[in-house]
């Protein structure tokens, strides 16, 4: 297909001249969308995009930025690409474009647009006075910037500036460009979705594997114990056990109930059971769960458990839930050799675009069920491996490195998240979100 040539040449205000632009707006936008539809990875047609948006609409710059939360859990935008016409200075290297606050930093309008799905459009010098200094520093005098969700969450924006002079845009050519953010938006959520279904599907052949082992692993311990028990009893029965025999014997009766706890681990990771969802309280579980944390714990650590009022239910296996919680709290013990707190909070939140939570989480009501512990904490190495399948620190006897994935298989499983901060030498924090049920 032809490019379209330069459409702002020739007298701006004319119909004929509008007429034109429109139409290479629209085939832009086709040629857009077919590229996008093209490509696996948003990266790979992310710069052809922003060129062939560029050329269509002759303006001086466009460019995608994505929405991330900053640590104090404030919305934040960074330019992730741009393609700028002859003569334009690029922006891409700015350093002020990056982690801008949406709301702090005199955006929060923008923010109002977008969840109603709309655009911000308009001439500079008719904008709020908090949001032109940023703007008139990169010489914009008009600009359209386009909202892209990925499904629910409004994940970045796509953005035209006009430096030349002021530009105008027509409602179709607003609705056109529109459907290349939204076409843009479903290519990132495809994507996200495909990742997420390979960790999962990775997990589960795990799952089976370590499944499969353990189950005939156990058979064999179950003959070895047997035996065990039946040499003990013929020992005894003949007078033959000789009192130093006895600790040996001891000594493997503990490594097989110890192998036996290894493989019940294992099964349990290979969730052979089905799910059993129910409306759960996740306050009333871990009250429930109490009396066995408290012995799991042990006397060195001091529990702190609260829960905000009227915090919703959720869809879990109760039996999964419970997993979650042992295998979150053995690892906090575990961090915490020498004493410490460990606080378990319940708490319902509210994600919105204007509050944005700390952890991305999509529009919607949660539930966050936090373990906060004042223990050893981790590296940044460590943290980016701990849902690995067998990925362990400690030793062999003490940790297989199947808890956290299956806390991640669990949450994932019901459709919540889990985002994990940690100090070195000072503890960590788990953070679970459920959907939360409407209540009834
Ligand atoms: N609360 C925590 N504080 C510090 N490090 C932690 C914490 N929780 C997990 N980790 C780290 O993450 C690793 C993986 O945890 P995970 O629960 O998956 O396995 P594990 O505890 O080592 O073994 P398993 O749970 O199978 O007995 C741990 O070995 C530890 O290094
Ligand atoms: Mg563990």
């Not at 620190?393 to 299956?406: E, F, I, P, Q």
Request: aromatic share 6%; glycine share 10%; with cysteine.
């Amino acid at each position: 297909m032809a490019e379209s040539p330069e459409p702002t040449r020739g007298n701006p205000g004319s119909t004929a001249e509008l007429l034109r632009r429109r139409d290479a707006i629209l085939g832009g936008v086709a040629r857009a969308t077919e590229r996008i539809s093209q490509a696996s990875h948003w990266r790979d047609f992310m710069n052809d995009v922003l060129r062939i948006a560029g050329e269509a609409t002759g303006v001086s710059r466009v460019y995608v930025f994505d929405f991330r939360h900053n640590e104090r859990g404030a919305l934040c935008v960074y330019q992730i690409g741009e393609w700028v016409a002859q003569g334009v200075s690029p922006q891409i290297d700015n350093p002020d474009l990056q982690g801008i606050e949406m709301v702090g930093g005199g955006f929060g309008r923008w923010l109002e647009h977008f969840e109603r799905g709309e655009p911000i459009v308009g001439d500079i010098a008719d904008f709020p006075p908090e949001e032109q200094p940023i703007l008139e520093a990169q010489q914009i005098l008009s600009l359209l910037v386009q909202p892209i969700y990925a499904g629910p969450r409004l994940w970045g924006m796509v953005g035209f500036d006009a430096c030349e002079r002021p530009q105008h845009w027509e409602k179709v050519e607003v609705d056109a460009l529109r459907i290349a953010a939204v076409a843009f938006g479903a290519a990132v959520q495809r994507e996200e979705r495909e990742a997420m279904l390979q960790a999962m599907q990775r997990l589960e052949s795990l799952g089976r594997m370590a499944g499969g082992i353990a189950h005939d692993f156990n058979n064999v311990l179950t003959v070895a114990s047997g035996s065990v028990e039946l040499l003990l009893d013929s020992l005894r029965q003949r007078g033959a056990l000789a009192s130093t025999d006895l600790p040996l014997v001891e000594a493997i009766q503990q490594a097989l109930t110890q192998g036996t706890g290894l493989t019940r681990r294992l099964l349990q990771f290979s969730r052979q059971r089905e799910d059993q969802p129910q409306d759960v309280d996740v306050f009333d579980s871990l009250r429930g769960a109490m009396p066995l944390i408290r012995q799991l714990v042990g006397r060195g650590v001091q529990l702190d458990l609260s829960s905000a009022p009227n915090v919703p239910k959720v869809r879990i296996d109760p039996v999964q839930l419970e997993q979650v919680l042992l295998n979150l709290v053995v690892n906090a013990r575990d961090a915490m050799s020498s004493g410490g707190t460990l606080s378990i909070r319940v708490d319902s939140v509210e994600s919105t675009l204007q509050n944005g939570t700390a952890d991305s989480l999509p529009v919607g009501r949660w539930v966050k069920l936090a373990f906060r512990d004042t223990g050893c904490g981790m590296t940044s190495e460590v943290r980016e491996r701990i849902f690995e399948p067998f990925f362990t620190t400690k030793s062999a006897d003490r940790g297989t490195g199947l808890g956290l994935s299956t806390v991640f298989a669990v949450v994932n499983g019901c459709g919540g998240r889990i985002a994990v901060s940690s100090t070195l030498g000072s503890g960590s924090e788990f953070r679970l979100y459920f959907p939360a049920l409407a209540r009834a």
